[in-house]
């Protein structure tokens, strides 16, 4: 029974890891993909108009991808700290993993949240600037304004992986 | 930093030279017109001037049109690329004018007209035998000729009826019994995918109403036949095809014709556009002016320092004219020309594009400068990124004349870039992790001893680094706004708003480092700045309310805003947050490229196109992002502090060209 039991606490913890870097790459993917969706039907409306203006409208829906960049960011970093990619040789406990996979949360969850917003953000923007295309710098700080809280979440998600130390 | 001084002036001029002396005006490119009430116009006065200016308006049409006519037969378009790289043909005014030539447009105009009745006569020709062609096709195997259903003869008449397929056998053995011998019926071999069938009956006219009676039991439907065609339906198609190719034949040769000529068409409309658009500007501005039979009276913004030049063009035409400073009028505002040093100018169209500052307030583009190319520098944060980009840039620059608003953007990219070598290289980040990552790389480990920071390992170092750089913005922010106020008088502003929100902040500052350890300062000192602070707070906030509460109650309510200013201070936290992204993404594609090069055989080639490709995208998506936040740190953080941009761009008269370089 004991032996059961330290068998499923060493695989527990890179067991945990991997939830949380799913969630990070999942759920900050998803969004990214959710927000493009959205910001992709305006740029196909006004390109139906005017077909020169696509430059523009790609920067425009580019912009919520970067979520989903970060969400892998991290996960790579959460699954680097855990000897799961790279040099390995590393083992984890029970309560390193769980914190690693808890500080995937922060990019997961606002990265969802604000790709999706951002993608919102973009598709007004991109209407915008099939009137005005002469306003293309501004057109793109506004979804700017909704990325930044996924840079926060970036951040701490980081910042807490750093935290952790693992001998 | 700083915003020219406007002066008004109101310049009467003869009109027998008042052409003359606007063309001077307008090389020297710096006066503004102002638009005068029509009121004050005599359209009597101005009516051979607005003559002139319709009929360069009705050419511009025209050019349009000739230009959109050509578009799509143009090879040679001297693109909007090679046009932003300057790649313009270069010509003296006089040239210019030459090119223009109006005779010459004019012919060329009236032959694309012509081009376009031909061409339009030949497409509605192709699309009308296409339309009869479809009728005939289904005709094909029809051994009669059309003839007969459209006119008939004198006795017998036809008609083609298309009947649905599961009731073929039921009309055809109907028809054959109500009308026997009387009657000629043939059904046109079956088609595949058709769910009808095409029956042509040749029966005597006396008929007619024995015909009607039967068909009426049916679901079916006459097929019209087009009056023009006779002979049978093999013929008809074959002379169709004749006619159709012919159509074709004229608009190839009509398009033939078009591309022939339109290089040179094109490039004389390009001529003409920049021609006539200099034209027009010039008659408008001459129509802003008041008008009297002789006499035009205009007033113009000029900046102070151009006022000897513009004297000096008007100085022949002394005995003909009367120049006067005037005065602005109430409520008109000069308009806002900014005047920086050649290395902070480029910063400018980020500056208006936020907005205008106001005249007469403050041009905040040299403060913003160092502030902006040093937080794109950290964003970015890759020496091998920035090394690449920069590269490429100076390159670029060099190799073409690019002038204008793009120049600026590239200069700015580049002095970023320049700034992310820098802090790469202080960072130890070269293209992410490569040098450690890529064992044939370990020769350059010496770059190792450049770096101060590390991010990857030590973030809170890298952090306070930005929040203390933001802190440094935002108190730059509310000193310019403080100086701002004094300039204005309003010291009580002055001393309350920013002079508290500095001393308490710095107070409140200085007590976190010192509880911390971090300098060597008695916190009673520090606790004693921010009381300080909040005391002016507290007793100034309110000053707009009656009652002594209501003073008290939004002093003390106005110490929440302290919030704002924390969030501030840690949205610059995005600093470390994007270089790490950058340094991040880095060294996840060398680990990928790393991965994959075990592969054997093709591992090396896989790497490698990882390795590019993988980086490639790096710096696209990094660049964007290092650019649009640390723009947003100045525009929301930084501007809200103090920025007034309600001013209007200073838009001169000048010789404005899209297509052509003025060597003159």
Redesign the interface.
């Given at each position: 029974m004991e032996s059961v039991l330290a068998t499923m606490a060493e695989q527990l913890g890179p067991a945990l890891v991997i939830l949380g870097a799913a969630f990070a790459v999942g759920f900050a993917g998803s969004g990214s993909a959710w927000g493009i969706g959205i910001a992709n039907e305006a740029a196909a409306g006004i390109m139906t108009e005017d077909p020169k203006k696509f430059g523009y409208a790609l920067?425009l829906l580019?912009?919520p991808?970067?979520q989903g960049?970060?969400g892998?960011?991290v996960a790579?970093?959460a699954m680097?700290k855990a000897g799961l990619?790279?040099a390995g040789g590393v083992s984890i406990t029970v309560w390193q993993g769980l914190g690693i996979g808890c500080a995937c949360l922060p990019i997961a969850i606002a990265g969802f949240y604000s790709a999706i917003w951002q993608g919102k953000s973009s598709a007004a923007s991109i209407l915008m600037i099939s009137k005005r295309p002469d306003q293309i710098?501004?057109a793109?700080?506004l979804p700017?304004?909704c990325?930044?809280y996924a840079?926060?979440g970036?951040?701490m998600s980081?910042?807490m992986l750093?935290g952790i130390k693992i001998q | 930093m700083a915003i020219e001084t406007m002066l008004r002036i109101r310049m009467a001029a003869h009109k027998t030279i008042s052409d003359e002396l606007i063309d001077k005006i307008q090389r020297l490119g710096c006066c503004q017109f102002i638009p005068q009430s029509r009121e004050k116009i005599d359209e009597r006065d101005a009516a051979s001037l607005r003559g002139r200016l319709r009929r360069v308006e009705d050419l511009l049409g025209e050019v349009r049109f000739a230009m959109r006519f050509l578009d799509p037969y143009v090879s040679d378009k001297g693109g909007g690329l090679s046009r932003a790289m300057g790649n313009l043909p270069s010509l003296s005014t006089d040239g210019l004018a030459k090119l223009a030539d109006e005779e010459k447009f004019k012919t060329t105009v009236a032959l694309l007209r012509d081009l376009e009745k031909k061409a339009a006569d030949a497409k509605s020709g192709i699309s009308r035998v296409n339309g009869l062609k479809a009728q005939v096709q289904p005709l094909l195997g029809l051994p009669y000729s059309l003839d007969f259903y459209t006119k008939g003869t004198e006795s017998v008449q036809g008609a083609l009826y298309s009947v649905q397929t599961p009731q073929a056998e039921k009309f055809e053995s109907e028809v054959r019994r109500v009308l026997g011998d009387m009657a000629e019926l043939y059904a046109l071999p079956a088609r595949e995918a058709d769910s009808s069938r095409i029956y042509s009956l040749i029966c005597s006219r006396d008929l007619t109403e024995d015909l009607q009676r039967t068909l009426s039991g049916f679901q079916l439907s006459r097929a019209d036949v087009p009056a023009q065609l006779s002979g049978t339906p093999s013929d008809e198609l074959a002379k169709l095809e004749r006619e159709l190719s012919s159509y074709k034949e004229a608009d190839e040769a009509v398009a033939g014709e078009i591309r022939a000529m339109a290089n040179d068409a094109y490039k004389t409309c390009q001529y003409c556009t920049d021609y006539w658009n200099i034209s027009r500007a010039k008659l408008s501005a001459l129509l802003d002016g008041e008008q009297t039979e002789q006499i035009i009276v205009s007033s113009f913004w000029i900046p102070q320092r151009c006022v000897n030049a513009f004297r000096g063009a008007a100085a022949p035409y002394e005995g003909l004219t009367e120049i006067a400073e005037v005065e602005p009028e109430d409520g008109a505002e000069p308009p806002t020309l900014l005047r920086n040093g050649n290395f902070s100018s480029a910063i400018e169209p980020l500056i208006t594009m936020y907005g205008i500052p106001t005249y007469g307030g403050f041009d905040p583009t040299t403060i913003v400068t160092p502030f902006f190319y040093l937080f794109f520098g950290m964003c970015f944060g890759d020496a091998g990124y920035g090394l690449v980009i920069s590269g490429l840039l100076l390159f670029l620059m060099m190799k073409h004349r690019i002038t204008g608003t793009l120049k600026k953007f590239l200069v700015i990219l580049t002095v970023g870039n320049i700034m992310a070598v820098i802090v790469g290289a202080m960072t130890f980040s070269w293209f992410g992790d490569s040098v450690t990552s890529f064992s044939f790389l370990r020769p350059l480990s010496g770059l190792r001893s450049l770096q101060i920071l590390d991010p990857m390992n030590d973030p809170m170092t890298f952090l306070n680094i930005s929040l203390t750089l933001g802190f440094i913005q935002i108190m730059t922010g509310l000193v310019i706004s403080l100086a701002e106020n004094l300039k204005k008088g309003n010291k009580m502003a002055a001393f309350s708003d920013q002079g508290g929100w500095i001393i308490f902040l710095c107070g409140l500052v200085l007590l976190g480092l010192s509880s911390s350890g971090a300098i060597r300062l008695s916190s009673s000192v520090s606790s004693a700045i921010a009381a300080a602070g909040a005391v002016i707070l507290v007793a100034t906030q309110g000053r707009e309310k009656e009652s002594v509460f209501g003073k008290l109650f939004s002093g003390v309510l106005s110490l929440y805003n302290v919030t704002g200013y924390l969030g501030d201070v840690l949205s610059y936290s995005r600093l470390l947050a994007l270089g790490l992204g950058s340094a991040a993404v880095g060294m996840v594609i060398n680990l990928l490229a790393n991965l994959v090069s075990g592969v054997p055989y093709v591992g090396v080639l896989l790497g490698i196109v990882i390795f590019v490709l993988g980086h490639v995208f790096s710096i696209a998506v990094n660049i964007l992002g290092a650019f649009v936040h640390s723009l947003r740190l100045q525009y929301v953080e930084f501007f809200g502090k103090f920025y007034e941009s309600s001013g209007e761009d200073f838009s001169p008269l000048s010789m404005s060209t899209q297509y052509v370089e003025l060597s003159d």
């Open positions: 920067v580019a912009l991808g970067t960049i970060y892998l960011l790579f970093i680097l990619i790279g710098g501004k793109v700080i700017a304004m990325e930044t840079v926060f970036l951040l980081i910042l750093n | -």
